[in-house]
């Protein structure tokens, strides 16, 4: 069975940092792409930042230079650590599977709080 | 605002038929693929469709997509009250390089 279980979320001052992990059990992690999604509470979908399979990775504008997406394929986990926060940077962060389907797998989630 | 265009709100009474729309671009839904998603109250959302029209096994086909030009259809057939939820569309966009979504579309089954 496919699990994402995500970790780190809490609350923290503006301009300040944290780092959510996803642990990833059930399948081939080296084999997928990989996403951080996050959704303002009571508010819309927005993808923040992916990595593919040969590393490539990308992010959504407001949050470049800020955030940083990695992966540890030996440890079958994803990373994204969050620097300068911002009050907009509050909502639930999934770590979301990218697979022929899209996204076809999605963790529980969890929240991150900035302010102060 | 989104930079996928979709109506904050579609209503139906079970067994009607409704169509939940996607505007874009040439950059998003213009040449890519679009994805349909839907989020019941308090989960995580499930994929729909797939590569304009396609669905996951397990997806009803009461569920079906379209795709002309820069936009898409997500159409629901034979409506159900467990259909009452909250809609998304998406697409990869070459402007922005990244994943974008609409706003979403909450589902009212009357």
């Known amino acids: 069975e496919v699990q994402l279980v995500e970790s780190g979320g809490g609350l923290v001052q503006p301009g300040g940092s944290l780092r959510l992990s996803c642990a990833a059990s059930?399948?081939?992690?080296?084999?997928?792409?990989m996403h951080w999604i996050r959704q303002p509470t009571g508010k819309g979908l927005e993808w923040v930042s992916g990595i593919s399979t040969a590393g490539e990775i990308y992010y959504r504008g407001s949050v470049k230079g800020r955030f940083t997406i990695s992966r540890e394929n030996a440890k079958n986990s994803l990373y994204l650590q969050m620097n300068s926060l911002r009050a907009g940077d509050t909502a639930f962060y999934y770590c979301?599977?990218?697979?022929?389907?899209?996204?076809?797998?999605w963790g529980q989630g969890t929240l991150v709080t900035v302010s102060s | 605002q989104s930079v996928l265009t979709q109506p904050p709100s579609a209503s139906g009474t079970p067994g009607q038929r409704v169509t939940i729309s996607c505007s874009g671009s040439?950059?998003?839904?213009?040449?890519?693929?679009v994805y349909w998603y839907q989020q019941l109250p308090g989960t995580a959302p499930k994929v729909l469709i797939y590569?304009?029209?396609q669905r996951p096994s397990g997806v009803p086909d009461r569920f079906s997509g379209s795709k002309s030009g820069t936009s898409a259809s997500l159409a629901i057939s034979g409506l159900r009250s467990e259909d009452d939820a909250d809609y998304y569309c998406?697409?990869?966009?070459?402007?922005?390089?990244?994943?974008?979504f609409g706003g979403g579309t909450k589902l009212t089954v009357l």
């Open positions: 059930g399948f081939t992690f080296s084999s997928y792409d």
């Open positions: 590569n304009n029209d």
């Open positions: 040439s950059s998003n839904i213009g040449s890519k693929y």
């Open positions: 998406s697409a990869w966009d070459d402007s922005l390089s990244g994943w974008v």
């Open positions: 979301v599977r990218g697979g022929d389907t899209g996204y076809d797998y």
